[in-house]
């Protein structure tokens, strides 16, 4: 599978990152609460393709209902640029909004239904597995 690097970061420039993507990745968009509230566009990948360059100081982690979520933000300007989701725990989940306008690839953008959780999630459990998707 080709993959390309992208860059990406929190609005004040504080915490910047760098992840491999494929060349048209799916992105989900949830509809739970808190997903629908920030507009966070669900990016999944293996953990190994995501590198922090700067700002592991400056983020802090927010946990609620399971607590299994850890949902990382900026202290200063409090974006959600990534963390490691629930349904995929072994995985980080990129906030596509938060891609570098030259880094947005073109991608195919799905529903994900908070309110059939686990199958939706079983569906999507091979994005957060390193290897061909």
Do not use: W
């Amino acid at each position: 599978m080709e993959l390309h690097t992208c860059r990406g970061g929190c609005h004040c420039g504080r915490v910047r990152f760098e992840c491999q993507l494929p060349v048209q990745p799916l992105v989900l968009e949830c509809d739970c609460s808190i997903c629908r509230m920030s507009g966070y566009l669900h990016l999944i990948i293996p953990a190994a393709r995501f590198r922090l360059l700067s700002g592991a100081e400056d983020l802090r982690e927010y946990r609620f209902n399971t607590g299994t979520a850890r949902r990382l933000f900026c202290a200063t300007c409090g974006i959600k640029s990534f963390y490691v989701p629930r349904s995929h725990p072994d995985g980080i989940d990129i906030n596509l909004c938060c891609l570098d306008v030259d880094s947005v690839p073109e991608y195919t953008l799905q529903a994900f239904r908070d309110t059939e959780r686990e199958a939706s999630t079983a569906a999507l459990a091979h994005l957060s597995v390193p290897g061909p998707h």
